[in-house]
């Protein structure tokens, strides 16, 4: 079975650390983009990062961030674990959100920049990883 599932959301102080998984089961995740989005209630969805395809000599892994999360949020991937992770430091109550990962088996073929443009199209989501920052 396809399937992207998260874990690793919580409760955090602000100021904290979480560091969020992304696994996948039924496909290999270093052959797609993956894009980390959130969600806070009464908002909209935003994407927070992405980890460009690395299978290729084409695509090289590269990385993006939200203006809001650059220099606090890390992405990376385990291809032995064909996992993806969001590492996250000095946190805000305003990063308090669902966390989903995404990705999709036509335009996850493509890097950051171009499933920029796709977000609304993108069919494979996960079932989110709630994260709650709050002292």
């Known amino acids: 079975q396809v399937q992207l599932v998260e874990s690793g959301g919580g409760l955090v102080q602000p100021g904290g650390s979480l560091t969020l998984s992304c696994a996948a089961s039924?496909?290999?995740?270093?052959?797609?983009?993956i894009v980390w989005f959130r969600q806070a209630p009464g908002r909209e969805r935003e994407a927070v990062s992405c980890?460009?395809?690395?299978?290729?000599?084409?695509?090289?892994?590269?990385?993006d961030y939200a203006d809001s999360v650059k220099r606090r949020f890390a992405i990376s991937r385990d291809a032995i674990k064909n996992t993806v992770y969001l590492q996250m430091s000095s946190l805000k109550p305003e990063d308090t959100a669902v966390y989903y990962c995404?990705?999709?088996?036509?335009?996850?073929?493509?890097?950051?920049?171009?499933?920029?443009?796709?977000?609304?199209?993108?069919?494979?989501w996960g079932q989110g990883t709630p994260v709650t920052v709050s002292s």
């Open positions: 995404a990705t999709d088996h036509v335009f996850g073929k493509e890097d950051c920049s171009v499933i920029a443009r796709r977000y609304d199209d993108l069919g494979l």
């Open positions: 039924g496909f290999s995740l270093d052959r797609f983009t």
């Open positions: 980890v460009s395809r690395n299978d290729d000599d084409r695509y090289d892994g590269t990385t």
